[in-house]
T-cell receptor, first 109, second 114 residues
Framework: AQRVTQPEKLLSVFKGAPVELKCNYS??????LFWYVQYSRQRLQLLLR??SRESIKGFTADLNKGETSFHLKKPFAQEEDSAMYYC???????????FGTGTRLLVSP | GAGVSQSPSNKVTEKGKDVELRCDPI?????LYWYRQRLGQGLEFLIY????????KSGLPSDRFSAERTGESVSTLTIQRTQQEDSAVYLC????????????FGPGTRLTVL
């Protein structure tokens, strides 16, 4: 069965501190992994995907197949990073996304 | 151009009534998805349309739920005989090859069943 686990409901850090939002997945094949973000009063939007291997807004995520993890990291958190973050997977292109329950990141000044 | 739009933004209904939720995808997007988000939970997949192929209905929770799509445009999600557990935010997303299959989400419809 496909499953995405985000163990933390809330992560609270101070501005400038490193951030790591955890994501573990369960999938029998080779999934595509994504991080979506929802800022206050905005719609859900794609932050990054593992196949792109890019850094967006200073965030990176590395797919670790051995640990079945796709943790989202940023070395220095900013207040504007405060949002709800969802990890998601799909079996392949143009298929449904399976989402985790989300982690709310709060960055305090 | 405009993003994915959904209407209504909020819907309050009484238990047992039928509701229709509408989604207008981004023009030219061949794929359309419906998800549901209950309070405190992640998004649950409901149904997926891709071009003229048969829809993937594997996520529909019961036969009270159905959805239609007109060609590659508007989609309507219908919930018959609503129950309180149907209360959730219903999200629509669309994607296409041209967008490297990134799913673009609408603002959602918040459904409250009293």
């Amino acid at each position: 069965a496909q499953r995405v686990t985000q163990p933390e409901k809330l992560l609270s850090v101070f501005k400038g501190a490193p951030v790591e939002l955890k994501c573990n997945y369960s999938y029998s094949g080779s999934p595509e992994l994504f991080w979506y973000v929802q800022y206050s009063r905005q719609r859900l939007q794609l932050l990054l995907r593992h196949i792109s291997r890019e850094s967006i807004k200073g965030f990176t995520a590395d797919l670790n197949k051995g640990e079945t993890s796709f943790h989202l990291k940023k070395p220095f958190a900013q207040e504007e990073d405060s949002a709800m973050y969802y990890c998601a997977l799909s079996g392949h292109s143009f298929q449904k996304l399976v989402f985790g329950t989300g982690t709310r990141l709060l960055v305090s000044p | 151009g405009a993003g994915v739009s959904q209407s209504p933004s909020n819907k309050v209904t009484e238990k047992g009534k039928d509701v229709e939720l509408r989604c207008d995808p981004i023009s030219g997007h061949t794929a359309l998805y419906w998800y549901r988000q209950r309070l405190g939970q992640g998004l649950e997949f409901l149904i997926y349309f891709q071009g003229n192929s048969a829809p993937d209905k594997s996520g529909l929770p019961s036969d009270r739920f159905s959805a239609e799509r007109t060609g590659e445009s508007v989609s309507t999600l219908t919930i018959q005989r609503t129950q309180q557990e149907d209360s959730a935010v219903y999200l629509c997303a669309s994607s296409s090859l041209g967008s490297t299959d990134t799913q673009y989400f609408g603002p959602g419809t918040r459904l409250t069943v009293l």
